[in-house]
């Protein structure tokens, strides 16, 4: 064999080795990842009804993202407060939040726990935005009421395209999924928990969705989503395959 394609050998090889290593997956530590769910609110002290699906949810979540190689970390009560997500979103690839949300006149927004029954702390689109300073998310998931409807402002705090690239489109290594109008956190748990299940097997963001909305909800409850259908949910800045289900 001539030195020339010797070299060229080992060129490949390095190179098979490389994709190898991006197939697998980068190390979870590049990729934080947070997840905050708001139990204080919804607890019996506050509503008089005992409501565990916050941190059930807080904990599929924890899961869920774990599973696609996020670095994530779980956070409720009185760890959850505006100061901790505006801290923590500079560097997260993928956001995660259960709380009481709406679309006020100075943007989307979504309440802190902070330990608080009533009147916790909002945090805006605009506070968010303006710590990421324009960088892209991977998966983002706003599971309160109104921030999937057409007005929201969120997709923009977190970078995400308001559009939906469906198979054969892209708009990045990006999912946003929220929920319109009222939701029960009863609805969320179901339509989340068979989003993370749809996941697990492989199935990419745009079909877990779609299975997720074949459950039995309330009247009324739907769920929305922006960026792109064909992806694989999983943590990274590098594009996916396209045709990839």
Same mark, same amino acid.
């Given at each position: 064999? !001539? &030195? @020339?394609? *010797?070299?060229?050998?080992?060129?490949?090889?390095?190179?098979?080795? !490389?994709?190898?290593?991006?197939?697998?997956?980068?190390?979870?530590?590049?990729?934080?990842?947070?997840?905050?769910? $708001?139990?204080?609110?919804?607890? *019996? !002290?506050?509503?008089?009804?005992?409501?565990?699906? &916050?941190?059930?949810?807080?904990?599929?979540?924890?899961?869920?993202?774990?599973?696609?190689?996020?670095?994530?970390? @779980? *956070?409720?009560?009185?760890?959850?407060?505006?100061?901790?997500?505006?801290?923590?979103?500079?560097?997260?690839?993928?956001?995660?939040?259960?709380?009481?949300?709406? #679309?006020?006149?100075?943007?989307?927004? *979504?309440?802190?726990?902070?330990?608080?029954?009533? #009147?916790?702390?909002?945090?805006? !689109? $605009?506070?968010? +935005?303006?710590?990421?300073?324009?960088?892209?998310? $991977?998966?983002?998931?706003?599971?309160?009421?109104?921030?999937?409807?057409?007005?929201?402002?969120?997709?923009?705090?977190?970078?995400?395209? /308001?559009?939906?690239?469906?198979?054969?489109?892209?708009?990045?290594?990006?999912?946003?999924?929220?929920?319109?109008?009222?939701? %029960?956190?009863?609805?969320?748990?179901?339509?989340?928990?068979?989003?993370?299940?749809?996941?697990?097997?492989?199935?990419?963001?745009? +079909?877990?969705?779609?299975?997720? /909305?074949?459950?039995?909800? #309330?009247?009324?409850?739907?769920? $929305? %989503?922006?960026?792109?259908?064909? %992806?694989? @949910?999983?943590?990274? &800045?590098? &594009?996916?395959?396209?045709?990839?289900?």
């Amino acid at each position: 064999m !001539s &030195p @020339g394609r *010797f070299t060229r050998r080992l060129a490949l090889a390095a190179l098979a080795a !490389s994709l190898a290593a991006v197939v697998a997956g980068p190390a979870r530590a590049a990729y934080p990842a947070t997840a905050d769910s $708001n139990t204080t609110a919804f607890s *019996f !002290s506050c509503i008089k009804v005992n409501d565990t699906f &916050p941190a059930k949810m807080l904990a599929a979540a924890v899961k869920g993202y774990g599973a696609l190689g996020y670095a994530v970390a @779980g *956070f409720s009560g009185l760890k959850f407060t505006k100061a901790h997500v505006l801290a923590r979103t500079a560097a997260d690839w993928a956001y995660y939040v259960h709380s009481h949300g709406d #679309n006020f006149s100075f943007g989307s927004g *979504f309440r802190d726990d902070a330990g608080r029954c009533t #009147n916790a702390a909002i945090v805006s !689109s $605009n506070d968010i +935005q303006a710590v990421r300073r324009g960088r892209q998310s $991977n998966l983002v998931i706003l599971s309160t009421c109104h921030l999937g409807e057409s007005t929201t402002t969120m997709p923009d705090a977190f970078a995400i395209p /308001k559009v939906k690239a469906g198979v054969g489109a892209w708009a990045g290594p990006t999912f946003y999924l929220g929920y319109v109008g009222e939701a %029960w956190d009863s609805d969320e748990f179901l339509f989340e928990a068979r989003f993370w299940s749809a996941l697990g097997p492989g199935l990419g963001v745009g +079909q877990a969705f779609d299975t997720a /909305k074949l459950g039995a909800f #309330n009247p009324g409850f739907a769920a $929305n %989503w922006y960026g792109s259908y064909a %992806w694989t @949910g999983r943590a990274g &800045p590098l &594009p996916t395959c396209t045709s990839c289900l």
